[in-house]
């Protein structure tokens, strides 16, 4: 029998309130040494909030942008849904185009039209409760994952994770991060090893803090070290998340993923993703069709503010790859786990 895992230890972190008027989300600009909440009170906040990663991680930005979308509905008059939505979407396409990679962005817009579309007088209430349910579902469906995801790992063994995908990436809990803090909490897991993920640093300056919030044990390395690492036998599984899943089974994650997939299968070590049902696309045949986010190569120039690279010099910053399907060992979603992903094996549980 597996271990029941302790939320009231291993799920503490929001990034996302909303307190009924405004949303808050907690500035992952400034962690970890300022822990502080913006507050949004419209959706052109939500959307530069998302921009500029106030709120980052593929799910989080699927739910931040859906009360975005509530918040667009205090400006509006309307007799019903369809009336609304009209004159919505400007607001829903604004929140759309802040980030191009992660699908949950435009499914959880989707999934607030939809409901919009066929809501009565009480549209605005609608609007609440379903990017409430949005929210409490991915919550839910990363409980589900954590628990799916550990039992596929040895007892004793060590795990390499990317670029964050905790609570912070999340409703709460996280991916990836979901999995390792169930696998620890059942005590599967012997040793987690958290990479910088360079150039934003979601590595070190959220995971291993967040990890360290729950009192787990963690040692970080630099991006160049994943190699050196998964050769020499501490690591038995890299363990990411995803933003994109598509229907033949590759994966656009955080930049990095792929190198340490290869790098993973070279060593004979195995690779699991972790992403919820939101973020697979089965519209999407391969990955070459995944449109790649680009950002200011200023962030490659420096550090915190302050340049390291001569002046002149240019730089080119994708911030997000694709891991071909044959790399991966396992996806693990909340509706069941998808061994050696390929096109049969993905439509198998998602259909279409
Ligand atoms: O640019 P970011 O920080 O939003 O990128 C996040 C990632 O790539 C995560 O791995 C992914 O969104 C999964 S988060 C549960």
Redesign the pocket.
């Known amino acids: 029998m597996t271990e029941a895992i302790d939320y009231a230890r291993y799920d503490r972190i929001r990034p996302i309130r909303w307190n009924g008027e405004s949303l808050e989300l907690l500035d992952q600009r400034k962690l970890p040494f300022v822990e502080e909440y913006m507050r949004c009170a419209g959706s052109d906040a939500v959307a530069m909030a998302i921009r500029e ?1 106030v709120v ?4 989080a ?1 699927g739910i931040a942008a859906a009360w975005g979308v509530v918040l667009a509905a205090r400006t509006v008059e309307a007799a019903d849904g369809a009336a609304a939505a009209a004159v919505l979407e400007p607001a829903l396409q604004r929140l759309n185009a802040a980030r191009p990679t ?1 699908v949950n962005l435009a499914w959880a817009l989707a999934r607030m039209r939809a409901a919009l579309l066929i809501a009565g007088d009480d549209w605005r209430a609608v609007l609440e409760r379903e990017a409430q349910a949005i929210e409490t579902e991915d919550l839910a469906a990363n409980r589900r994952m954590g628990e799916l995801g550990a039992a596929l790992i040895a007892p004793g063994s060590g795990v390499l994770t ?4 905790g609570s912070l ?2 409703a709460g809990f ?3 991060l979901g999995v390792i803090r169930a696998g620890v909490a059942q005590g599967r897991i012997g040793k987690v090893f958290a990479d910088e993920t360079r150039p ?1 640093m ?1 590595g070190s300056r959220l995971t291993v803090w967040e990890l360290q919030q729950d009192g787990i044990d963690a040692t970080l390395i630099a991006d160049s070290a994943a190699s050196h690492l998964l050769k020499n036998g501490e690591v038995e599984w890299v363990v ?4 994109r899943i598509c229907a033949n089974g590759d994966v656009a ?2 930049i990095g993923t792929y190198q340490l997939a290869i790098s993973a299968r070279f060593h004979g070590k195995k690779v699991m993703v972790v ?1 919820p049902s939101s973020t697979v696309d089965m519209a999407t045949p391969s990955g070459d069709a995944i449109e790649i986010e680009e950002r200011d190569p200023g962030e490659l120039l420096g550090v915190n503010g302050g340049r390291t690279v001569a002046e002149g010099v240019r730089a080119w910053n994708p ?2 790859d694709v891991t071909p399907a044959a790399l991966i060992d396992a996806i693990v979603t909340e509706k069941g786990v998808v061994e050696r992903p390929d096109a049969e094996a993905m439509r198998a549980l998602f259909g279409g």
């Open positions: 990663l980052r991680g593929a799910p930005i992660a990317h670029c964050n995908t990436a999340t996280g991916t990836a934003w979601q990411v998340g995803a933003d994650n955080k992403a911030v997000f």
